[in-house]
Nanobody
């Protein structure tokens, strides 16, 4: 399985950005998917996840109401729409794939089997 993120960049506070994660190498529908981030000097933290069927979404409290996770099965791509961005959202963002029997939208990074290389998001005025 390969995961390739794109869409990162520099934006000002209050702006929006959409990240994409292109999935390849296996059947997309077998996997639950998630987004995590890591800021400089900090550990990796959960951002959002979507279940294998796309019906359940799970968000970190810090992004709930501002970020939306979705998956496009036809294009085998995971998305993260980020609105009302704040300086504290600055981080490298990683997508991950979880080949789980339950298909649940997990927040624990230990559940995930495959990871992308990350895309940088910088929010600054």
């Amino acid at each position: 399985v390969q995961l390739v993120e794109s869409g990162g960049g520099w934006v000002q506070p209050g702006d929006s950005l959409r990240l994409s994660c292109k999935f390849s190498g296996d059947t997309f529908g077998k996997y639950a998917l998630g987004w995590f981030r890591q800021a400089p000097g900090k550990g990796r933290e959960f951002v959002a996840a979507i279940s294998r069927g796309g019906t359940v979404r799970n968000y970190a409290g810090s992004v709930k109401g501002r970020f939306v996770v979705s998956r496009g099965n036809a294009e085998t791509t995971l998305y993260l729409q980020m609105n009302s961005l704040k300086p504290e959202d600055t981080a490298a963002y990683y997508c991950a794939a979880d080949e789980t029997v339950s298909g649940a939208a997990e927040s624990n990074d230990g559940h995930y089997d495959y990871w992308g290389q990350g895309t940088q998001v910088t929010v600054s005025s």
